[in-house]
């Protein structure tokens, strides 16, 4: 495609930085752009400047994920491509309300629970999560998914939830192969933007690190972190078919647990009788 007129896109996290700036650029393709925030002030201003509808929703709560799909579906009974961007890190251990350690909840149970209560109206959709280079780094243990053994480290939790959405996306690319859907997922980069809003440690740490002379020259735009996003929703849909962009370039994920199939398929297994989902694909 080398547009999206006419085409449905859903952007979650899409209040502000890279999800409010890939809204605007995919609106001004053609998109009708559902754009889904936890702001609702925040939400409806970047509605109302592409064109699109707002839809606030908390992923730290799994029924509002629910509610959300199901307020999605009646708006749209065809989606084309769904974004899962919206995305935290907690400085502290926190559960949410359904008992999951809450990075892990908003980053990656959050999102594999919207794509599979939106599978009706997916078909031959895109399916796009926001990832990070931070996968490089972890190591998940299908026994302990909670973080709750051992010494707590938040940027070990954020690695691991995003490592998620990489073994995520691989897996559904896999098991929908032949169907029409595609996924995908992507790296935006240190992007300059309200991710380090957090109080605590990671977001003191972020807020120096962007504002120092090193994440000056390191750190991009909102705008500059959505280049892959558009990129994924517009190019030829089964040249990136589980394939993981750092930045805009496309490169094997690192670490051994992308190359196993069978650890995929077991977080897989795993993730739906945690959420007490039925398979889909």
Request: hydrophobic content about 45%; overall charge positive.
């Amino acid at each position: 495609m080398s547009d999206l007129d006419g085409r449905i896109v859903v952007v979650t996290g899409a209040s502000a930085g890279v999800g409010a700036a890939g809204a605007r650029q995919l609106s001004r393709l053609g998109a009708t752009v559902a754009v889904v925030g936890r702001s609702p002030a925040k939400t409806a201003a970047v509605a109302e400047e592409v064109g699109g509808q707002p839809f606030v929703a908390d992923f730290s709560r799994l029924a509002e994920v629910r509610r959300l799909a199901g307020e999605l579906l009646a708006h749209y009974p065809v989606i084309d491509v769904l974004v899962n961007n919206a995305g935290r890190q907690v400085s502290r251990r926190t559960l949410s309300a359904d008992g999951h350690e809450l990075t892990f909840q908003t980053n990656y149970l959050a999102p594999f629970l919207l794509t599979h209560l939106l599978a009706p109206a997916l078909g031959s959709a895109r399916v796009i999560s926001t990832a990070s280079a931070a996968h490089s780094w972890a190591r998940l243990d299908l026994d302990d998914l909670d973080s709750a053994r051992g010494r707590y480290r938040s940027t070990r939790a954020y690695a691991c939830s995003k490592l998620g959405n990489v073994l995520f996306t691989q897996e559904l690319a896999r098991r929908a192969a032949g169907s029409g859907l595609t996924a995908s997922s992507f790296h935006p980069g240190l992007v300059a933007s309200e991710f380090f809003r957090n109080d605590g440690v990671f977001g003191l740490f972020g807020k120096v690190m962007i504002h120092s002379p090193l994440g000056r020259r390191l750190a991009v735009s909102p705008d500059q972190g959505a280049a892959p996003l558009v990129h994924l929703a517009t190019a030829a849909a089964e040249s990136v078919n589980g394939a993981y962009f750092h930045l805009m370039r496309r490169q094997p994920p690192k670490g051994p647990q992308p190359h196993d199939p069978a650890f995929g398929q077991e977080l897989w297994q795993r993730t739906l009788k945690l959420l007490e989902l039925d398979p889909v694909w």
